[in-house]
């Protein structure tokens, strides 16, 4: 208690201000079996982890799969929900890895209110197109959340008809 008011702090909760948080990459490796990914994103929602990527995929493995998380908390409260989704019983791994650790790439597909012809300025920044219309034209483009981004809001003065992102996928550097 102090100055007569009384504070209480959660277990797995950091008093960290929300600018030590930081996005920690969880790549997590667990046997494919029914209830096995429900598990593991069950205990995401209830540790209100808040998972700004979220990928489910295949590993070269038989009857394996990866979920890579990217998560915004403190160093404390991803280090309690590593060991905790260490404890599940269809887990074999989990890595927490921070930025400077992986090698993340997201893929963003823009369908953007301009025809193929005035979408060059797409492709010169890496883009490629997939498909065109007479009104619309399908970029397709790969890079880092940041870049993700800012294509974009690059693309946002042609008009954005419809967009879909993957989120980010990772390796360790090692």
Same mark, same amino acid.
């Given at each position: 208690m102090?100055?007569?008011?009384?504070?209480t702090?959660?277990?797995g909760?950091s008093?960290?201000?929300?600018?030590?948080?930081?996005v920690h990459?969880?790549i997590?490796?667990?046997?494919?079996?029914?209830?096995?990914?429900? #598990?593991? %994103?069950?205990?995401?929602?209830?540790?209100r982890?808040?998972?700004? +990527?979220?990928?489910l *995929?295949? &590993?070269?493995?038989?009857?394996?799969?990866?979920i890579?998380a990217?998560?915004?908390?403190?160093?404390?409260?991803?280090?309690?929900?590593?060991?905790?989704?260490?404890?599940?019983?269809?887990?074999y791994?989990?890595?927490?890895?921070?930025?400077?650790?992986?090698?993340?790439?997201?893929?963003?597909l823009?369908?953007?209110?301009?025809?193929?012809? #005035?979408? %060059?300025?797409?492709?010169q920044?890496?883009?490629?197109?997939?498909? +065109?219309?007479?009104? *619309?034209? &399908?970029?397709?483009?790969?890079?880092?959340?940041?870049q993700v981004?800012?294509?974009?809001?690059?693309?946002?003065?042609?008009?954005?008809?419809e967009?879909?992102?993957s989120g980010?996928?990772?390796?360790?550097?090692?």
């Open positions: 102090a100055n007569g008011i009384s504070t702090i959660r277990t909760q008093t960290l201000s929300q600018g030590a948080e930081q990459t969880l997590i490796t667990l046997q494919e079996r029914p209830g096995s990914v429900d #598990r593991v %994103v069950g205990l995401l929602r209830r540790r982890a808040s998972p700004r +990527s979220l990928i *995929t295949q &590993t070269g493995l038989p009857e394996q799969v990866c890579t990217q998560v915004r908390d403190s160093e404390v409260a991803i280090d309690q929900l590593t060991e905790q989704l260490r404890k599940l019983v269809d887990v791994q989990v890595q927490n890895l921070t930025a400077a650790e992986i090698i993340a790439q997201e893929l963003v823009i369908k953007i209110n301009v025809p193929a012809e #005035r979408a %060059v300025q797409a492709q920044s890496g883009a490629q197109i997939i498909a +065109s219309t007479a009104q *619309t034209t &399908t970029i397709s483009y790969t890079g880092t959340h940041e981004d800012a294509f974009i809001a690059s693309c946002e003065e042609s008009g954005i008809h967009i879909a992102r980010s996928v990772a390796l360790s550097r090692e």
